[in-house]
Structure formats: C-alpha cells, structure tokens
C-alpha cells in the first residue's frame, strides 16, 4: 500500500520507509514526529508524525491543518497500524479537498447535529452510491462524532468500503474522557450495530442517536 492516491506535494518523506520494516516498532529511531507531510494549494498541510517519539507503544498521529495553526486542525485521526495509518492519511486528504478547495463535483452530506455533538470526521457526500460514484465512498470513516457529556458515539462506513453493493454500517459505541476533555484510548465500548442498504436510513439513524443521546 503505497501514497500514490496523494494529490498534493509530498515535502518530505520517512514514513514509507516503514514498510519495508518487518516490524517498524522495533526500529525505534524511526518513531519520530516528523515521518511525513505534505502541502496542498490554499496553504493546507497534512502531517504524519509518531507520538510519543521513540516509543513503542506510541501511535501515528495525522493532522489536516490550514496556515499553520496546529491547534486547531481540521482533522485529527490516530492509528496503530501501517495499513490503518494510510486510511487515515487519506481521511485528512479527503477533508482538505472536499471541504476547503472549492470546485468540487459533489458537496458534502448535511446532518442535523444537536447541541454538544461534535461531528470530528465527515466524508459522506450527497450522492447515491452506485458504480458510477463508488469513489466518493472509498473513506475507513463516512461520518463519525461524539458528544463528550454523555460519552455517547459513532462511527460509520461502507462494508466492504469501496464496494457498490456494500451495506452502510454504524456502530454506536460509548467511550470514556480524560480530565483534559480527550478520549481515552481503548475505552470504547459497543453499544449496537446498523447494517443497511439505505443511505436514507443510514442517515436517519445516525441522526436519531444523537438527538436521543
């Protein structure tokens, strides 16, 4: 699995690298903060970096940011993997293009969101799904959000992702908050799961769980 998807200028890059690692972990000079980033027209950058560095039970980190301000991105996503970690990275690109470089063929899916959620990732498109438009699914995460007074969450995708004739699946989880306001990693807990052809229903339930949750 390579970065060939990437649309914008790859300015540097270590974290390819990895792949070539049986086991990228145990390498320990290669967990650092800055693997990878890459600039976008509109002065956007999407990073990959280790965090914490040099640490094995670390994770990527991957961040889609404008003008720099890092402290507040446009997208935040985490992984564990190699292969999870270039889901991600195409999550954050996906975000830099559909939301903020104008011009695109479809715009993004608006939702009825309740006061408290926070909607953290959202690749779904108003666009049916069929073989013609398929790619505009090929997202590890359609729409997902949490609301941090109740712990209450989801997340959402197409199974098998990128296919034609998936199933749009949710899964309402619960998850756990620092005293900082951030997830607690691992404290997710499945609550249920909705499997179903229509993207109408789809999107009925996911905005029914957050009104009642």
């Known amino acids: ?28 000079y290669s967990l650092k903060e800055d693997m ?8 956007f950058l999407l990073d990959v970096g280790w965090y914490p560095s040099f640490d094995p039970d670390g994770c990527f980190q991957i961040r889609a940011v404008k003008e720099f ?10 992984a564990n993997s ?37 909607v953290s990732i959202n690749n779904l498109y108003e666009v049916e799904l069929s073989e013609e438009t398929v790619e505009w699914y ?3 995460v359609l729409i997902g959000g949490f609301r941090q007074g109740t712990g209450a969450c989801f997340d959402s ?7 034609p004739s998936g199933d749009f699946v949710v899964e309402f989880l619960t998850m756990k908050f620092d005293s900082k306001g951030k997830p607690i990693k691992n404290s997710e807990e499945l609550v249920s799961i909705l499997k ?3 993207r ?14």
């Not at 690298?17 to 972990?25: E, G, V, Y």
């Not at 695109?104 to 408290?116: E, F, H, M, N, T």
């Not at 995708?157 to 296919?163: K, M, N």
Request: aromatic fraction near 12%; hydrophobic fraction near 35%; charge should be negative.
């Open 157 to 163: 995708r197409l199974e098998p992702e990128g296919d």
């Open 138 to 140: 090929c997202s590890s």
């Open 1 to 28: 699995m390579t970065l060939e998807f990437i649309e914008g200028q790859i300015e540097f890059d270590d974290f390819s690298l990895l792949a070539q690692l049986i086991d990228f972990r145990s390498d320990l």
């Open 200 to 213: 109408d229903e789809f999107i009925r339930a996911i905005e029914n769980y957050m009104l009642k949750n």
């Open 69 to 78: 301000d890092w402290e507040n991105p446009l997208y935040f996503g985490q």
């Open 82 to 118: 190699f292969t999870e970690a270039i889901h991600r990275i195409r999550d954050a690109q996906n975000v830099i293009l559909a939301e903020h470089i104008p011009n695109r063929k479809y715009q993004l899916q608006p939702i009825r969101v309740p006061s408290g959620w926070t």
């Open 196 to 198: 179903t052809k229509s």
């Open 36 to 43: 990878l980033q890459i600039s976008y027209k509109g002065n």
